[in-house]
């Protein structure tokens, strides 16, 4: 069994928030899915106090070895989530880690302050790729005002607190190590690269909006040298992904310093990618895949 943050898990090998939808799969899959559920916890897609549409179409887009998608946080909000979403999710056969995002400290600290009553979720992944309504920074970009967010949430609650980095700043370590000082219990990282991709026919931007985030094989070594950087310079526990699909990539992580891989863009192209790495993380390095 591996600890993380005081929780149990089966594995190292969990999925990316956003890049598979349980209930969904449920839908498609039925009771194996339970029989066989293919992480070692369950990472929800990213909630919001109000409901939101997302961004227009067209929302993703096929690069060199990767994808760009502009999807903009649909969802229906908290209440709904709290209402619908954790009963169900509550089924699944492993621990339940929520993701949220805010774009101020107090509305991520309404949405840190209604989960902890809430037994179903073991830990909260704060996404901090949110720009901050008063600078337009990305809130995760900016140590200072991340080390704020982090001792505005953190006496909120005991649930352990995961801060899920963003890469697009100018040094992700010290992004991490803000978070680590105001009270995070574990970073992930990497979310998406920013990146723009042009509709064929020049009539500018192909994505509804406008700019998106790149992920899959293409971030692989972006991750690589992200997960090594924080890794020595925070003593919490990371989880490491961006581009993993296969057990060596997933060892390479832990490799760098990750405790869990959480699997993101291939679990697009194959629902089981999470039951497979795990098997062949476990195949190839025994002795550190749990
Ligand atoms: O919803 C999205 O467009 C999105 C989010 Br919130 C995120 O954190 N990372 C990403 O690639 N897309």
Known sequence: MIDFCGIELRHRVINASGCFDALAAQRVFGEELYERFPFAAYVSKTITLAARDGNPPPRLWESAAGMINSIGLPNRGLASYLEYDLPALAQLPVPLITNVM????????????????????????????????????????????????????????????????????????????????????????????????????????????????????????????????????????????????????????????????????????????GTRIAAELELRFPQIAR
Do not use: Y
């Not at 009270?183 to 500018?204: E, F, Q, Y």
């Not at 985030?213 to 526990?237: D, E, F, K, M, Y």
């Open 102 to 273: 805010g774009s101020t400290a107090e509305e991520v600290g309404e949405l840190v302050a209604a989960l902890q009553d809430r037994e179903q979720v073991a830990a909260i992944e704060l996404n901090v790729s949110c720009p901050n309504v008063a600078t337009g920074l990305d809130i995760g970009a900016d140590p200072a005002g991340l080390e704020a967010l982090l001792r505005h949430v953190r006496p909120l609650g005991r649930k352990p607190l995961v801060v899920k980095l963003t890469p697009n700043t100018a040094d992700v370590a010290a992004c991490a190590a803000a978070a680590e000082a105001g009270g995070a219990d574990s970073v992930s990282l990497i979310n998406t690269l920013r990146a723009v991709a042009l509709a064929p026919d020049g009539s500018g931007p192909w994505l509804g909006g406008g700019s998106g985030g790149l992920s899959g094989p293409a971030i692989r070594s972006v991750a690589l040298a992200q997960v090594a950087r924080v890794a020595a310079r925070v003593s919490i526990p990371v989880i490491g992904m961006g581009g993993v699909a296969s057990g060596r990539d997933a060892g390479d992580l832990i490799d760098a310093g990750a405790t869990l891989v959480a699997i993101g863009t291939e679990c697009f192209r194959d629902p089981a990618a």
